[in-house]
């Protein structure tokens, strides 16, 4: 969608009852700057990221924009990171790449300390801080903090530290570790919100659609940690069968071994109908869906991604 369109989109989310804006970051927009824009021509919708790589900024760059939007927003937004990818991070940034928990539980503190208005100094394994104070009044309520988790110990520490995590799979074990981590810090689960993406297309031509998906999903089931990840929520056939065709050159192979319950276990495609039962399965495992408009590229795309944003909710 063309930027100029964001706000109306974002005013008729508001109206139709979202209950979040999710704004993501790649090589497209920029997240800050679009929350921003949802912000300032919304009165009532949340603004959360979903996410960031926590490695392209500081976590004092972090903790200034996240202070700012909770000011211009106040009550509604929350700062949502990840820990990224080598191509993210090394190669189309240039910075040093080290997919390390502690990383995130560093920036974690850091941005928390520096949102409040606190003297920030820190002597941590990835940042090394001296006397950052924020020239402006803390904001009321605080920003929240969202994770993005696929791996237990990153469930675990958003259960811990974070107010949300943002899960890619409604997997009952990732839930039992964010749930973990929350008992580690002494809060229960209901004190998380556990959110995940639902990656959602109404249609009247269910299989093709489906089909697109498997290629999506393809390009997930090879990059190592999220195979790990799709292991873990009971996939490992799968995995193994689009990795091993990948291997041998057979691109069409790895797409046809994405199974129906892989794309019915991240995703909903189908009628409007069809896509709120699957919505409602994934909530009934205790997540907020999150739909994840999605279309298959060319001249109806446009059109498509509108229809199933208009299909909820």
């Known amino acids: 969608m063309p930027l100029a369109e964001f706000p109306a989109i974002a005013r008729e989310a508001e ?9 993501g970051e790649a ?32 976590p004092i760059v972090y903790g200034q924009a996240a202070a700012t939007l909770a000011h211009l927003a ?17 190669q189309w ?21 520096t949102a409040a208005g606190e003297r920030v100094n820190f002597e941590g394994k990835f940042y090394r801080l001296k006397n950052f104070r924020l020239a402006m009044p803390a904001p009321s309520p ?17 259960g811990e530290v974070a ?3 943002l899960l890619n799979s409604a997997v009952p074990e990732s839930v039992r570790h964010v749930e973990a981590g929350a008992k580690r810090a002494g809060r229960s689960l209901s004190d998380v919100d556990v959110s995940v993406y639902v990656r959602t ?47 041998a050159g057979d691109r069409a192979g790895a ?5 129906e319950r892989v794309l019915d276990g991240l995703g909903a495609v189908g009628s409007a109908e069809f896509c709120r039962e699957q919505l409602a399965a994934f909530a009934r495992t205790g997540v907020t869906p999150v739909v994840l408009p999605f279309a298959p590229p060319g001249a109806t795309a446009r059109a498509s991604l509108l229809r199933t944003f208009r299909s909820f909710p």
């Open 201 to 247: 297309c109404v249609t009247d031509e269910r299989e093709p659609v489906r089909e697109v998906l498997a290629r999506d999903i393809t390009g997930y089931a090879i990059v190592s940690a999220y195979a790990r990840f799709f292991v873990e929520c009971g996939f490992g056939e799968e995995v193994e069968a689009v990795n091993a065709a990948w291997k």
């Open 255 to 259: 797409v046809k071994g994405i199974s």
């Open 74 to 90: 106040p009550g509604r937004f929350a700062l949502g990171l990840g820990l990224s990818s080598e191509i993210i991070v090394g």
């Open 15 to 23: 109206t139709r009852g979202y209950r979040t804006a999710w704004v």
């Open 27 to 58: 090589s497209g927009t920029e997240a800050i700057v679009l929350s921003t824009l949802i912000a300032t021509h919304t009165a009532r919708i949340q603004i959360a990221n979903g996410v960031i790589p926590v490695q392209t900024r500081t």
């Open 142 to 158: 605080p920003p929240r903090i969202y994770l993005a988790a696929l791996g237990p110990r990153m469930c675990e520490l958003a």
């Open 93 to 113: 940034h240039g910075l040093p790449f080290a997919p390390s928990i502690l990383q995130m539980r560093e920036a974690v503190q850091i941005i928390r300390m």
């Open 163 to 165: 107010d949300g995590v």
